[in-house]
Every structure is written in structure tokens, then in C-alpha cells.
Nanobody, 114 residues
Framework: QEQLVESGGGLVQPGGSLRLSCAAS???????????MGWYRQVQGKERELVAG???????NYAEAVKGRFTISRDNAKKMVYLQMNNLKPEDTAVYYC?????WGKGTLVIVSS
């Protein structure tokens, strides 16, 4: 059973938007709201990097490269984490991963290209 499942990736033109979603499996339901969650991304041949994080209390932090363009949010009732990505740039192209509770999803591919 997959513990974290990402969705929402795809092909988008520069300047466009995408909303990524991360669903936590039932095994995490009792602890989800008490744990920080994060979105990471990885380009082939490079290290995985933190894009955005959100604490259990809702405090957020962002990589400099995405500040002002990306917004992370969570819905504890639905056990979901989201990443709203606006004004996408070609350099945002990567596989995006959800992380939390010592678990990783399998990732969702985002391609920004004209």
C-alpha cells in the first residue's frame, strides 16, 4: 500500500499553473495532523531539494526559487497536502515528491515547456 500518493503533475506552458495533491494513506490518519509535511523536487542527475514545507500548525517555508509563486497548504480533515504552482518556469521541470511521517510518495512529473 502506497503511504503517500501524489497527483496533479503534467505538461504546462511557461507562465501556467498546476496544483499538486498528496494524499496520505489510512495508516497515517491518526498522526497526520501532528506532523510537518513537505514537497520536494528532483531533476535527473541532481539531488532532491526542498520546495516547500508546512508545519502541523500551518507555518510555511519555501525555497527561494519558488517564493511568491508556489503555495503549500494542508487539509487535516482530508489528510491532504497541496502545492499550488503559479507562473511556472522551465526550470521548475522536475519530479515532485510529497514527504512526511518518514514516508515518500512515488512522485509526479511536472514539465514546463512551450
Amino acid at each position: 500500500q502506497e503511504q503517500l500518493v501524489e497527483s496533479g503533475g503534467g505538461l504546462v506552458q511557461p507562465g501556467g499553473s498546476l496544483r499538486l495533491s498528496c494524499a496520505a494513506s489510512e495508516i497515517f490518519f491518526s498522526i497526520f495532523s501532528f506532523n510537518a509535511m513537505g514537497w520536494y523536487r528532483q531533476v535527473q542527475g541532481k539531488e532532491r531539494e526542498l520546495v516547500a514545507g508546512i508545519s502541523s500548525g500551518g507555518s510555511t517555508n519555501y525555497a527561494e526559487a519558488v517564493k511568491g509563486r508556489f503555495t503549500i497548504s494542508r487539509d487535516n480533515a482530508k489528510k491532504m497536502v497541496y502545492l499550488q504552482m503559479n507562473n511556472l518556469k522551465p526550470e521548475d521541470t522536475a519530479v515532485y515528491y510529497c514527504n512526511g511521517m518518514n514516508a515518500w510518495g512515488k512522485g509526479t512529473l511536472v514539465i514546463v515547456s512551450s
